[in-house]
């Protein structure tokens, strides 16, 4: 798999993804975020070059040194391989080279929670939109109580039997340790 950046929003990057196999597809044809993409290689099992996941961003509105991740989506038949963490990552150390101080992501469900966590974010203890924990790169406070403290507010919630067991297996965990940051891609 190699990370690519396809461009920032300035670039006006457009990348369509199948709907059936993306969640947030239709978030990806607009040119006003910034995208970057996880495609395999000769090496994975899927086509060399077919994109298996897919992240857009652009700068806070309200805080110009802060870079917002707006969607992570990972292709249904890779959920689980460790290719969104590893995405976000490649997408804060961009952001980072790029002068950005701070990178935010809204999550609404576990799954992405831990996502984030594995990608070196951690819980701001803000929320925003609906039911949505704010998660930040570099992370402030990456302790068991904060980390435990968005996992309860998502105990909250009316979950899936599956998202409830995934919280249970969490309960009184410690965050999960970061992934080491993926290597450069050239990008465009």
Known sequence: MELV????PEDGPTLRLDHERFSYAG???????????????????????DILGAVSFDPDRTD?????????????DHRGDGIG???LRFTATQAE?????????????????EASYRAGFAFTG??????????????RDRSRQRYQAGLDH??????????????????????PD???PPAQSDGL
Request: charged share 25%; aromatic share 10%; glycine share 6%.
């Open 5 to 8: 950046l396809l461009g920032w």
């Open 27 to 49: 978030k990806f044809v607009m040119s006003s975020t910034g995208k970057a993409v996880a495609r395999a290689t000769a090496a994975d099992s899927a086509q060399d070059g």
């Open 64 to 76: 110009p040194a802060t870079l917002r991740c707006r969607y992570v989506t990972v292709r249904a």
């Open 85 to 87: 963490p590893r995405l």
């Open 97 to 113: 080279q790029r002068g950005f101080e701070r990178v935010t992501i809204a999550v609404n469900n576990p799954f992405a929670y």
């Open 126 to 139: 803000e929320t925003t939109g609906i039911a949505e924990l704010v998660c930040a790169y570099p992370p």
């Open 154 to 175: 998502y105990r909250q919630r009316d979950l899936s039997e599956h998202e409830e067991t995934f919280l249970e297996k969490r309960r009184d965990a410690a965050p």
């Open 178 to 180: 970061p992934i080491e």
